[in-house]
RNA sequence: GCUGGGUUCGUAUAACGGUUAGUACUCAAGAUUCUCAAUCUUGCAAUAGGAGUUCGAUUCUCCUACCCAGUACCA
């Protein structure tokens, strides 16, 4: 029978889950759920120096936006679960919570003669290290040196008994066989063999806080949590001999999950792994969602910075996978569906920052005007602009309707106002923030010129011209529309055989602020004839005429 | 150093051992437009190097180079 699919991620909270991360946490649902398993959620906290308050809850977080959501281990508070129940049966979910269980198994591996004590003290170890070094070798324990070290294997049972019970200084070392081939298999990398005289001695219980390595930890959850397939970081690999011979320690050999290590994230330029310093310094986050560390430092996240969940996901699935063709938009449930980890690419992939952006703007010219200026709305209140639901609630707000959508003078608008800004803006912007870029002076008269553009546009000659299209605008009464406006302006020009472009781009400059932006006709349609022929007058009186 | 992993345009990637080595991002040029953006068209650009196997190698084998990871009582 087929066994059921369970796959894990199990992050040490240690600090602000990185965009690998959550790569890693993704293949992991998505071939889950593919296989209709389970995805489930382990906190490997072993390390009782490295916790990180706050560090957990982050990493829950972070999964829950970008909707890879935990069948197993995580409750739907948002918690890590801590008492078994039908759902969660291998509660706690927490490894510093399990150590009565770990604590059994590593005594079944001394009993078995696959591990013992070692009493060194971290000192004599580091003296053995810079010893070593010394004469330029490498101290390594394992089956040449143990030998020659303070442990249960050299000492005298009574001596060893005594130190067991009178010091509290003792760890247990995994007694790595002489010269077998442990031959291993990747779903990804396919056949690896490695010779255990090459592996040294590896720590399986810790004198220093009293809890498992990852090592020992991980082996006995990942057997007891009936896990199927491990898909993790590729950091892993070189201890992968390790975790073999543990499974086979404990006679766990036919219910051993198989392995796959995917690379890693590497820096956008140069060599090496992607880091926190790396988007500081290229200007991108590394992290899902923002993240202040006890010291106070901030790091961005891409929440934050206005990407979409789902333009983040999809970016980070073809981070390393394809789906085999040039496909290369896919909602959380196409991937689900196309995920396939022999797609997955075997060397590291370097990030790309444009591609992000990339992702995002075709995610946000997915959306409906709606939901953007739903969206968008938060961010012009920022800018201190009110938006009100429908007409007649702006009446009641005040506003004047001196455009068809709101009250400029008041900074009041309609709903409907913000979507009309928002649907013929859209293809400009990556991000939501974009809209305020790119359309603020829809909302609000431009607060100063560019100066670039006043020194090529704003000739003496030339604003006498624009003040005369101001004067045609004012006196428009034919049908207000975009292309109404539009034709008489360009008409009006085109009769008196002006400049257009310099016409066109000093007009620009003074309802903008910018020579370059919006359709002359976009803005004033939308600003209407009395504010333009106001900006008009401002642009005279503050820049001359 | 040792052990393991990796190597196709700048980047992400495609190519049953047989293709003019494809696609996307970026970049450049042109078209369009009052400007900018968008859009459309075109273009630039790669099999790390060397042997071998084969009628034929991006694909298989070996060597070299380079990159990455591990080498903790961290995960």
């Known amino acids: 029978m087929e066994r059921r699919t369970r796959v894990r991620f199990a992050p ?19 071939y889950a759920k593919q296989k209709g398993g389970d995805f489930i959620i382990r906190i490997e906290d072993t390390d009782s120096n490295r916790f990180v308050p706050g560090a957990e809850e982050y990493i829950i977080e972070s999964l829950n936006w970008c909707g890879i959501i935990p069948d197993e281990g995580v409750d739907k508070d948002g918690k890590i679960v801590e008492t078994p129940s039908p759902r969660h049966p291998h509660a706690p979910y927490r490894q510093s919570q399990r ?31 810079s010893e070593a070094e ?11 040196t143990r030998m020659s070290m303070r442990n249960s294997l050299t000492l005298p049972s009574d001596e060893v008994e005594k130190l067991l019970n009178e010091t509290t200084g003792w760890t247990i070392r995994f007694k790595m066989p002489v010269d077998t081939v442990v031959k291993m298999d990747d779903l990804i990398r396919g056949h690896i063999e490695v010779n255990t005289s090459t ?18 930890a991980n082996i006995v959850d990942d057997h007891l949590m009936e896990i199927s397939e491990v898909i993790r970081g590729e950091e892993w690999l070189p201890s992968l001999p390790l975790h073999y011979m543990l499974y086979k320690a404990f006679g766990w050999e036919d219910t051993m999950p198989r392995f796959a290590h995917l690379s890693l994230l590497l820096k956008p330029v140069g060599n090496g792994k992607l880091s926190k310093r790396d988007g500081d310094k290229m200007g991108f986050p590394v992290f899902p969602l923002r993240w202040t560390n006890p010291e106070g430092e901030t790091s961005r996240g891409y929440r934050e910075d206005g990407y979409f969940p789902e333009a983040f996901v999809n970016m980070l699935a073809m981070l390393g996978w394809n789906p085999g063709d ?24 370097k990030f790309n920052p444009e591609k992000a952006k990339w992702y995002n703007r075709e995610y946000l010219r997915m959306k409906s005007d709606e939901e ?19 007409p007649k609630c702006a009446l009641t707000a005040g506003a004047e309707f001196n455009v068809a959508g709101g009250d400029l003078e008041k900074r009041i608008f309609t709903k409907d106002y913000v979507q009309s800004v928002v649907a013929f803006t859209k293809e400009r912007a990556v991000f939501v923030s974009d809209f305020w ?15 670039k553009d006043v020194d090529k546009f704003w000739k003496p000659e030339i604003v006498e011209l624009v003040m005369k299209v101001g004067d045609v605008i004012k006196g428009f009464d034919g049908e207000w529309t975009v292309e109404s406006v539009g034709t008489v302006i360009e008409e009006y020009i085109k009769a008196n055989e002006w400049p257009m472009g310099k016409v066109m781009n000093a007009l620009r400059l003074a309802l903008a602020g910018s020579a370059s932006g919006l359709g002359i006709a976009d803005i004033v349609f939308r600003i209407g004839k009395k504010e333009t022929a106001a900006r008009l007058e401002n642009a005279a009186s503050t820049l001359g005429s």
Request: proline share 5%; glycine share 6%.
């Open 199 to 216: 592996l040294d001695d590896k720590v399986l219980w810790k004198r220093a806080d009293e809890l498992p390595t990852y090592h020992l």
């Open 134 to 144: 010394a004469s330029k070798e490498t101290f390594i324990y394992n089956q040449v």
């Open 12 to 30: 040490s909270p240690t600090g602000p889950l990185h965009m690998g991360g959550v790569r890693t946490a993704l293949y992991n649902y998505l």
């Open 326 to 349: 040039d496909r290369e938009m896919f909602t959380m449930e196409e991937l689900i569906g196309a995920f396939s980890l022999d797609k997955v690419q075997k060397a590291g992939a």
């Open 437 to 451: 870029t790119i359309a603020s002076y829809l909302f609000v008269a431009p607060g100063e010129y560019i100066q």
């Open 372 to 390: 953007l200026s739903d969206l968008l709305v938060p961010v012009l209140e920022e800018h201190g602009v009110n938006i009100v639901d429908c």
């Open 99 to 129: 150590k009565p269980i770990y604590r059994k198994y590593a005594e079944q591996l001394i009993a078995n003669g696959y591990a013992y004590y070692a009493f060194d003290t971290p000192e004599e170890l580091e003296k053995a290290r």
